[in-house]
């Protein structure tokens, strides 16, 4: 599929956050082995957000167990304190929030320089104002359509109006970002999401939640198929 306003491909970003961390690697291998384009990984600190889950070790272990991109969500804060160790540990992609780094250029600029890509994110009640000045220096934007913490919520539609404006803002910089998605994301809200013009599809319990891991990928790549055909 191509999203609405973009000629980037769409994409399936399973969330480990969901996976069985006894068995990380062989989880992530079903995924890959499925279909999905990116590795998703939640990263949380219990001040930000009310969770505690996984840091770079974790990255750096599955670094060389995959293929696929390591798309590193940070819900912590003071990202930059921890911005090399994710770095040095392999991501491929990292995504801060806004609310917890006022002034995300200084960190944009330090993943550039180490030839990643990044970008910025933001709560389902921020307003999109705040991340549109800095969209000209990001690879991405994450917009959350649930309150970041938690895998297994109810996705929230609201949040998908951000999407124009950021849209906009690339196309006047003359770029084109990719537009993820968190929060809710199955096969019943992808088609909304991607309608509002999102093309980086993440979905924890969607994929880790199904009987058939597998089949449920499976679906989802169908979905993104005809989805796209219907942009066309
Ligand atoms: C929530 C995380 C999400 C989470 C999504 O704070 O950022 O990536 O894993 O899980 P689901 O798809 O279950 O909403
Ligand atoms: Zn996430």
Redesign the pocket.
């Known amino acids: 599929m191509t999203a609405p306003g973009s000629t980037l491909p769409g994409r399936l970003a399973p ?1 480990i ?2 996976a069985d961390f006894s068995r990380l690697a062989e989880d992530v291998d079903r995924v890959a082995a499925a279909g999905a384009d990116w590795i ?1 990984v ?1 990263v ?1 600190d219990g001040h930000f ?1 009310p969770n505690l889950t996984i840091g770079a070790p974790v990255v750096r272990s599955l670094r060389p167990r995959t293929d696929l991109p390591l798309d590193v ?1 940070l ?1 912590i804060a003071e990202p930059g304190r921890y911005l090399d160790d994710f770095i040095a540990a392999g991501a491929d992609w990292v995504t801060f929030h806004i609310e917890a780094e006022p002034d995300p250029l200084p960190l944009l600029d330090r993943l550039h320089q180490a030839g990643r890509k990044g970008g910025v994110a933001l709560r389902p009640g921020t307003p999109v104002e705040s991340v549109l000045p800095f969209v000209k220096a990001c690879d991405i934007v994450l917009v ?1 359509t ?8 109810s996705f929230m539609a609201e949040p998908l109006g951000k999407i124009a404006a950021i849209r906009a803002a690339a196309e006047r910089a003359g770029k084109t970002i990719e537009i993820e998605v ?4 199955d096969l019943n809200t992808l088609p909304v999401a991607a309608e509002a013009g999102a093309n980086v599809f ?5 994929v880790y ?1 199904a009987d058939d891991v597998t089949a449920r990928v499976g679906a989802f790549r169908e979905l993104l198929a005809r989805v796209g055909e219907e942009a066309r």
Do not use: N, T
């Not at 649930?146 to 919520?153: I, L, M, R």
């Not at 968190?182 to 994301?185: A, L, S, V």
């Open positions: 969330s956050l969901s998703h939640d949380m957000v969500h819900m959350m649930v309150k970041p913490g938690f895998g297994g919520q968190d929060g809710g994301i993440v979905a924890g319990s969607a939640g």
